[in-house]
């Protein structure tokens, strides 16, 4: 993802529970940590509903739960306004690169019920304001140098997350590593295109490249998101 440029603030609704449009980015901050983050989204006035990060830096810098996530309550957490407005889930126990983390906007949902995390994803599953309740699943996928058998068990991964989510609508936002436009997928697009097939899913793609001439920061959506659509449109 590129950073936009210029505000991206929402006139919200005076009820909460009826917005209907969901804001959400997938970003790959290349080393940056958290709170690096923040000033970014804080002088460009750029704000989420969420917001899926990758490759964060300084992870480790923070106080970290049994499970393995920054814990929420970390005092250098609640000290940064703009952080302040987000529910973070953060983690750098993983196989991919650096840390992840999911920023979750206060004002979009109640909380987050429950957590969970794998070798390439992590997750947070919400209470949005309406009551509806959905997975968000975040992701770094393997780069192209490594090898293929990584993809494919990122693959297996994530397959087993959507069905231990497939009760409530789930959304996936990641850095796939994986080229699916043009004529001739790449080996790593043709094994996340079969498991869309497969997991009846489907890919909302951007307009436009988010890395270089290339789309490597795409969402998918579950076969119950796409039929229940209260918590975004």
């Known amino acids: 993802m590129h950073v936009p440029q210029g505000p991206h603030q929402r006139q919200l609704p005076s009820d909460q529970s009826q917005r209907q449009v969901l804001l959400i980015a997938s970003w790959n901050v290349r080393g940056k940590s958290l709170f690096q983050v923040a000033d970014v989204l804080s002088d460009q006035k750029i704000h989420f509903d969420i917001l899926a990060l990758q490759e964060v830096g300084a992870v480790a810098q923070g106080t970290v739960t049994d499970y ?13 306004d703009e952080l302040n407005d987000y529910w973070v889930v953060c983690t750098d126990c993983l196989n991919s690169h650096l840390g992840q983390a999911i920023l979750i906007d206060k004002s979009y949902t109640d909380g987050i019920l429950g957590t969970l995390k794998g070798d390439r994803f992590i997750g947070a599953h919400l209470l949005h304001k309406s009551g509806a309740k959905m997975w968000i699943l975040a992701g770094h996928l393997p780069h192209h140098q490594q090898p293929i058998m990584d993809y494919s068990n990122a693959m297996q991964e994530l397959n087993s997350l959507l069905q231990r989510t497939q009760h409530s609508p789930c959304l996936v936002a990641a850095d796939w590593n994986a080229t699916l436009s043009g004529t001739t997928l790449d080996a790593q697009a043709l094994q996340l295109a079969c498991l869309v097939a497969e997991s009846k899913c489907q890919l909302p793609m951007p307009k436009e490249p988010t890395w270089k001439n290339k789309t490597y920061d795409f969402f998918l959506a579950s076969p119950l998101l796409l039929q229940n659509r209260s918590c975004c449109k």
């Not at 393995?68 to 940064?80: E, K, V």
């Open 68 to 80: 393995g996530f920054w814990n929420r309550n970390d005092p250098r957490l609640q000290l940064h």
